[in-house]
């Protein structure tokens, strides 16, 4: 299974911040990456998908990349509404696999 | 506007059976594939199955965690996906959400496997 192995598992910033999230692909997965919010007692709500492309509604101060094997979530300007947790999730090659999470918190 | 609800969780004992539903509208259910995935108390989120349209012949997938005791279905007469869970554990104590596409989710149901 391709394992996803993203970090940190907790950032904690400030209001206005500029914030990087990233997860590695032990291997290839193409761009075949989402990016996925979760607010406590909801579902996930996506937010990037294709690694680099904003889903509908999605704020653009989000955004998604990709270094090689190493995909990231940055966050512009921080906003009290972005405090939740990140997935990342591939779906080049079943099982899809998601990444631990990362909670991000006001520090 | 596209809904899923899941129902059928509840508490259950080990080695026992429960079958979720996740009823559909909203969008063509008949050609999207559709998804489980759960969220252990852990918050942990694992993809657990998939199955595909009529097109692809309702081709099915599943993590290797559960295969061979959960079996996801559907009905496109009432667009609706089921996940029949058999042989259940402990370690399938999670929230079950059904997607399609992974934009839309329902909002969970919780199943706890405790004796």
């Known amino acids: 299974d391709i394992q996803m192995t993203q970090s940190p598992s907790s950032l904690p910033a400030s209001l206005g911040d500029r914030v990087t999230i990233t997860c590695r692909a032990s291997?290839?997965?193409?761009?075949?990456l989402r990016w996925f919010q979760q607010k406590p007692g909801k579902s996930p709500r996506l937010m990037i998908y294709?690694?680099?492309n904003l889903a509908a509604g999605v704020p653009s101060r989000f955004s998604g990349s990709r270094s090689g094997s190493d995909y990231s979530l940055t966050i512009n300007s921080l906003e009290s509404e972005d405090m939740a947790i990140y997935y990342c999730?591939?779906?080049?090659?079943?099982?899809?696999?998601f990444g631990g999470g990362t909670k991000l918190e006001l520090k | 506007e596209v809904q899923l609800v899941e129902t059928g969780g509840g508490l259950v004992q080990p080695g026992k059976s429960l079958k979720l539903t996740c009823a559909t509208s909203?969008?063509?259910?008949?050609?999207?594939?559709m998804h489980w995935v759960r969220q252990s108390p852990e918050k942990r989120l694992e993809w657990i199955a998939r199955i595909k349209d009529k097109s692809n012949n309702y081709a099915t997938d599943y993590v290797e965690s559960v295969k061979g005791r959960f079996t996801i279905s559907r009905d496109d007469s009432k667009s609706s996906v089921y996940l029949q869970m058999n042989s259940l554990k402990e370690e399938d104590t999670a929230t079950y959400y059904c997607t399609t596409a992974f934009a839309y989710w329902g909002q969970g149901t919780l199943v706890t496997v405790s004796s």
């Open positions: 294709g690694a680099t």
């Open positions: 291997q290839d997965i193409g761009n075949y």
């Open positions: 909203g969008f063509t259910f008949s050609t999207a594939w």
């Open positions: 999730l591939q779906h080049n090659e079943y099982p899809w696999t």
